[in-house]
């Protein structure tokens, strides 16, 4: 471990990473020296990933996954328990927006999407990888959240539940380890120069809001093994 590589030798897994901030985090991890698993649904934005880490001289392993799918989670578990027996480092930041329409016009569909990866996949990776983070001997584990869990504007119901939801899930599962080595904390990046912003916020100029490459450290720091903060929600972003 050096001070320009302060991550050298721990494993980290980031969801999401295929674009936007996850992307962002994802090489940000690997330029401080983890090796990053880097799942996402799009094969090609993660070969772009791939590429870029590369260019820091980091590592990765690429791993295309819905994370709606019956068992890729547990199964990517059990084949880094096989391969490493341990997670150093855990970002949950795959995001689904949803909708923004009145409540009672959101369709089954989308909100068992907008659940199912803004809450029940992280609740899945709790329960998956719990074990492997307290391996590590300073596991850590971030959440990303957003200012619309406690702003709950009108129209944004789908969204705002389930990052609602997500704070509740990982504040009690923070308290359940208060004895342990495991750090756990949820991360509110604010605004963000994104797809997901522009397409929540079409008539904002994108260039008044920070590129995720600007947010990214902040949230890597929060996956270091000197980060004593847990059971909180840190805003990390403008």
Known sequence: MTSSRPLEGRVALATGASRGLGFAIAKELASQGAHVIATARTQGGLEELDDAIRETGGSSTLVPMDLNAPDG?????????????????????????????????????????????NLIA????????????????????????????????????????????????VQSWARELVDSPLNVNLADPGRMRTAMRAKAMPGEDPMDNPAPDEIAPAIAALCSADEKRHGELIEVGG
Do not use: C, H
């Open 122 to 169: 992280p609740a899945r990776l709790i329960r998956a990888y719990e074990g492997l983070l307290k391996q590590s001997d300073s596991g850590r584990a971030v959440f990303i959240s957003s200012s619309s869990a406690r702003s709950r504007r009108a129209y944004w119901a789908a969204y705002a539940a389930s990052k609602s939801a997500l704070e509740a899930l």
């Open 73 to 117: 989670i547990e199964k990517l578990a059990e084949a880094v328990s096989k391969r490493w027996g341990k997670l150093d480092i855990l970002v949950s930041n795959a995001g689904q927006l949803g909708v923004i329409t009145p409540a009672a016009q959101i369709p089954s569909k989308v909100w068992n999407e907008t659940m199912g990866v």
